[in-house]
Every structure is written in C-alpha cells, then in structure tokens.
T-cell receptor, first 111, second 115 residues
Framework: QKEVEQNSGPLSVPEGAIASLNCTYS??????FFWYRQYSGKSPELIMS????GDKEDGRFTAQLNKASQYVSLLIRDSQPSDSATYLC???????????FGQGTRLTINP | GAVVSQHPSRVICKSGTSVKIECRSL??????MFWYRQFPKQSLMLMAT?????????EQGVEKDKFLINHASLTLSTLTVTSAHPEDSSFYIC???????????FGPGTRLTVL
C-alpha cells in the first residue's frame, strides 16, 4: 500500500464549478498535511497547509482534514482555467522531517 | 515571504562530468533543506535531507558518493552530481524549511540533461 494515495486523474471540471481533490494516507500518526500545485515544467508551489481536523479556508481554496479516516481533501471554488495543474498531496509523518508525496492529481478546468 | 532560488535553471553536460546545483533561501534562514528529483510524469522523489553543518541523510537507494550535498550555511545548500550519466538526466528541485509548521518552500528547479 502506498503511503499517500491520490487519484491520478485527469479530473476535468467546468469553469466556475467546484473542483474536489482527495488524498488518503497510511501513517495514522501523521501531523502535518500540505497541498501543492505544480504547473507543467515548474516546481511545486505551496497553496495550503492543515494540521488539525476540520476545514481551513484561504480564498477560493478549502482544505479538509479527517484524521480518523486518514483523509485530506482540497476544494477549489469558482474554478478558473489558471487552476489547471497537477495537485500534490504531501504528508509529514510522526517524528519525521520529510514529506511524503502522493502521485498527484492532474486537474483540467474547461472554459 | 519565503523565497528559494536555484542556480542554474538548466544545464546540459557531457557524460562523465560533474555538475553543481546551488539552492538558496533568500529571505529566511532554513533549518533544513531537501533535495528532490522528478522524472517526467512522476511525483517528487526525496533524495536527501540536509541540516546546516551536519552530514546529509540520504534516502534508500540514493548513492551518497554520487550525489554530494554540502550545507555550509543556513541559506545555502549545494548538490553536486558527480560523473553524470544520461540516466541522471532529470528535474532536480530543492526545498527549504523554516522549521515552524514544517512548511517546505520549493526552489524553481534545475533541469539537468546529460548527453
């Protein structure tokens, strides 16, 4: 079983709709969770971090964490074509400095 | 802010030569820096974790004698790919952490092509 799993997609969403990206992780002791956006040929850009159960909102982005279900998600409201990218879920395990990345979900927003 | 730079952004070299990549945190002191490699259509693979003034910790399967990491200060880490071969061609990305909240900020990456 992979440590961090994401649906690789591609996920296609019409412009203006809500894009929902999901991620599950295997290390129950994980404490820190991150979503990165990566455009083709570029390096990842941190867009959200979340550390406790519940929702965290930042502009059009909402991260949701459920530690009991070992599940973290990212919602993008009012999706724009510029949101088209690969979204990487990253988890920091208990007692570790390093991030474990999922394979990424490729998101396409259709005008 | 949390800006990380990398130099060079792109390098082409001949097989057997060595290439040095620099990673700098521009507006913060990085307690820890990380080096990743990414092959096309794959996710990031951590190569090593580097703390200032101490030896890097390499991930399983990464040859420490081939990928030399030096972390001389809280704002600079370097990765040297020694005796590069075509299979080392990849996108090398560094990241830096302030320590607080464990957030990592990525540099723009270095695309290495070994002929």
């Amino acid at each position: 079983q992979k440590e961090v799993e994401q649906n690789s997609g591609p996920l296609s969403v019409p412009e203006g709709a809500i894009a929902s990206l999901n991620c599950t992780y295997s290390d129950r002791g994980s404490q820190s969770f991150f979503w990165y956006r990566q455009y083709s040929g570029k390096s990842p850009e941190l867009i959200m971090s979340i550390y406790s159960n519940g929702d965290k909102e930042d502009g059009r982005f909402t991260a949701q964490l459920n530690k009991a279900s070992q599940y973290v998600s990212l919602l993008i409201r009012d999706s724009q074509p510029s949101d088209s990218a690969t979204y990487l879920c990253a988890v920091m395990g208990s007692g570790a400095q390093k991030l474990v990345f999922g394979q990424g979900t490729r998101l396409t927003i259709n005008p | 802010g949390a800006v990380v730079s990398q130099h060079p952004s792109r390098v082409i070299c001949k097989s057997g030569t060595s290439v040095k990549i620099e990673c700098r945190s521009l507006d913060f002191q990085a307690t820890t820096m990380f080096w990743y490699r990414q092959f096309p259509k794959q996710s990031l693979m951590l190569m090593a974790t580097s703390n200032e003034g101490s030896k890097a910790t390499y991930e399983q399967g990464v040859e420490k004698d081939k990928f030399l990491i030096n972390h001389a200060s809280l704002t600079l880490s370097t990765l040297t790919v020694t005796s590069a071969h075509p299979e080392d061609s990849s996108f090398y990305i560094c990241s830096a952490s302030k320590g607080a909240d464990n957030e990592q900020f990525f540099g723009p990456g270095t695309r290495l092509t070994v002929l």
